[in-house]
């Protein structure tokens, strides 16, 4: 992932999703092309560079043939986990066996609320005004209803960044970073690490930012979650696939939820979305041993953290969005990528990825490592 404006602030969102493909379809030499069924993509502005169904565009571009279809799906930060849900579903109900899912997110060339917002009147009426508020303000309320105070957002978003460098150290992303090869002004460079994560953090320095969102705040620029560039792929399929094609599984997609809740506290969703995900699948919160939950904000996570018990040590142990980055659309895919890796790499059976949606939505799903 790059920062807002930094790595990729030349490169095509289209262009990082085919890239993405390209390397995971380089993981799987033998499967056929032709076998996979459809190419879906989550994007939350599907937009501009990144419109034209950009599943569609960049399933022909990185060589797929053309008898592979593509879509591009948008539950806003979601969409990058809806696209592997809808894949797992088609599979799960006989309709598929061989998919491409991901997500994908340029916010340097689309921005936040895309190039031309343009809302409904009445969302603004008193009795809606909560559908028009920015996602730090929901935040701002979060913190104010869950009694979440300065410090602990402060202190939270630190231990994202020094979790975050220290499986940098470690490489602990090698296995699931496709590098990329770029030319940024006269010289070339390769792209292999995640730009966010910044060294030089520190209560201190995060203590001096003034609130972002209202006045008398607590949620700032430090303790939100960074505007990224990034996409991500993730092969799905069915048993009869893996068999045929002699594929060897990371993890089985066991259930997916989501759910709305009030859009002034849409940070508290995952406190919804994750028990019903739970009990779905038939399982217990302390049969999860790695749940990458999504740092939209500081305010929110430590809220959910709070609310479900949840131990700290299981949650984002490489960090997350507020020190490595959250490319919307791609955010989903990006997180269940990371979740898969990690995972096999530390022989653990269950995990989760959950995270809050834009106008008061929440989603959670579970994977078991096979």
């Known amino acids: 992932m790059g920062k807002i404006h930094g790595v990729f602030n030349q490169t095509r969102p289209d262009d990082l999703l085919v890239h993405a493909i390209k390397g995971l379809l380089n993981t799987v030499p033998k499967l056929e092309k032709s076998a996979i069924e459809d190419v879906i993509i989550g994007c939350a502005m599907p ?76 969302i603004f009426a008193d009795e809606n005004k909560a559908i028009a508020y920015g996602m730090g303000m929901t935040a701002e309320k979060v913190a104010e209803r869950c009694h979440i105070d300065r410090a602990s957002q402060d202190e939270f978003a630190l231990e994202s960044h020094k979790r975050a460098l220290a499986a940098i150290e470690r490489g602990e992303f090698k296995d699931e970073i496709v590098p990329i090869s770029k030319t940024d002004l006269t010289h070339q460079m390769i792209v292999d690490t995640d730009e966010g994560p910044r060294a030089n953090t520190s209560l201190e320095a995060l203590a001096k930012l003034r609130p972002a969102f209202a006045k008398e705040g607590t949620v700032t620029a430090g303790n939100s979650s960074q505007m990224s560039d990034g996409a991500a792929a993730l092969l ?40 019903m995900v739970l009990k779905q699948v038939g399982l217990k919160l302390e ?47 990006i997180r269940a990528t990371t979740l898969l890796h990690g995972m096999k790499r530390n022989n653990l059976k269950y995990g989760m990825v959950t995270m809050c949606i834009g106008t008061g939505m929440g989603a959670a799903s579970i994977i078991e490592r096979v």
């Open 47 to 122: 937009e501009a560079e990144q419109g034209l169904n950009v599943g569609r565009i960049a399933a022909l571009l990185a060589g797929l043939p053309e008898s592979v279809p593509g879509m591009t799906v948008n539950r806003l930060c979601a969409s990058g986990l809806q696209s592997i849900a809808i894949a797992a579903d088609r599979i799960k109900t006989g309709a598929a066996d061989v998919l491409i899912a991901g997500g994908v997110e340029s916010m340097t060339m689309i921005p936040m609320t895309g190039n031309k917002p343009a809302m409904n009147p009445m």
């Open 236 to 275: 799905i399929c069915s048993e009869n696939a893996l068999k045929k094609f002699h594929l060897t599984p990371m993890a089985k997609f066991l259930g997916f939820s989501v759910i709305g809740v009030d859009p002034a506290v849409m940070g508290i969703a995952p406190v919804k979305a994750i028990p």
């Open 287 to 333: 049969d999860l041993e790695w749940i990458e939950l999504n740092e939209a904000f500081a305010a929110q996570s430590v809220a959910v953290i709070r609310e479900l018990g949840l131990d700290q040590s299981r949650v984002n142990p490489l960090g997350g969005a507020i020190s490595l980055g959250h490319p919307l659309g791609a955010t989903g895919s």
